[in-house]
């Protein structure tokens, strides 16, 4: 199923590509919609806000079940080129759990996007493909 979703990702993401990132634009969205079996699918919502015309910054919400207390996970990212971008990431104030990334927007239509990124995670030094889907206005 996992290579399915990235096949149809990467034959999507060739074709869709999304206007510059420029100050004043907001994202909602999905954190990663990967590795999710389709009965167990949640969505980690995701606001951003873009700063200036290179900078978006942003808050994930996630909360594993109802004996978990909410997480807010803080991210920026700084596009350069062609809606490239590096990704930083931290769990709330914590920087002991660091998760840095490079990835790419891609407009499907009307302010939809996709957004894959390569993320590495430095406290557990694992490296994961991650896919983000949201609107942008």
């Known amino acids: 199923m996992k290579k399915i979703i990235l096949s149809l990702t990467f034959s999507v993401l060739c074709i ?3 206007n510059a990132q420029s100050k004043g634009d907001w994202y909602v969205g999905t954190s990663d ?3 999710k079996a389709l009965s167990d699918w949640s969505f980690l919502p995701t606001i951003g806000y873009g700063v200036s015309d ?4 942003g808050v994930n919400v996630s909360q594993v ?3 978990v ?3 807010y996970d803080l991210h920026a990212r700084y596009y350069f080129g062609n ?3 590096v990704y930083a990431a931290t769990n709330g104030f914590n920087t002991d759990n660091i998760k840095l990334g ?3 927007m891609f407009g499907i239509a009307g302010g939809i996007y996709i957004d894959p990124k390569l993320m590495y995670d430095v406290k557990n030094k694992t490296t994961n493909l991650t896919l983000g889907l949201g ?3």
């Open 83 to 85: 809606q490239l971008f």
């Open 16 to 18: 869709f590509n999304v």
């Open 33 to 35: 919609i990967t590795n």
């Open 54 to 57: 290179d900078v978006m910054v």
């Open 102 to 104: 490079v990835g790419k």
């Open 135 to 137: 609107l942008y206005f």
């Open 69 to 71: 207390d909410i997480s």
């Open 65 to 67: 079940d109802s004996t």
